[in-house]
């Protein structure tokens, strides 16, 4: 599966972004789809995940309130919808598809795929 996120820029504290994440080459439905990111100096962080089966969401604290995540199956895309963003979402956030059980949707090593990474920077 190749994984290919777009959608992030500069965007002034307050604002909103969507970044997009573009699967091909697998069956996009049978994959457990994520975001994760990592600032400068720091790492790499769960940020929301969608589930294949049911498409069940869970959001880490840093994002919940804020974020939305989706998934578009006949667009074999998902979806961060990120609001009322803050300078500390600033990182390179990254897609990732695998098929972790439930208790390891946070674990980084759970996920087979990545995609490229999308910078986000968030001015003060």
């Known amino acids: 599966v190749q994984l290919q996120a777009s959608g992030g820029g500069l965007v002034q504290a307050g604002g909103s972004l969507r970044l997009s994440c573009a699967a091909s080459?697998?069956?996009?439905?049978?994959?457990?789809l994520s975001w994760f990111r990592q600032a400068p100096g720091k790492e790499r962080e769960f940020v929301a995940t969608?589930?294949?089966?049911?498409?069940?969401?869970y959001y880490s604290d840093s994002v919940k309130g804020r974020s939305t995540i989706s998934r578009d199956n006949r667009k074999n895309t998902v979806y961060l919808q990120m609001n009322s963003l803050k300078p500390e979402d600033t990182a390179v956030y990254y897609c990732?598809?695998?098929?972790?059980?439930?208790?390891?949707?946070?674990?980084?090593?759970?996920?087979?795929?990545w995609g490229q990474g999308t910078l986000v920077t968030v001015s003060s």
């Open positions: 080459g697998g069956t996009f439905t049978s994959y457990t």
């Open positions: 969608i589930r294949s089966s049911g498409g069940n969401t």
């Open positions: 990732a598809a695998g098929r972790p059980i439930l208790s390891s949707i946070t674990d980084s090593n759970a996920y087979y795929y």
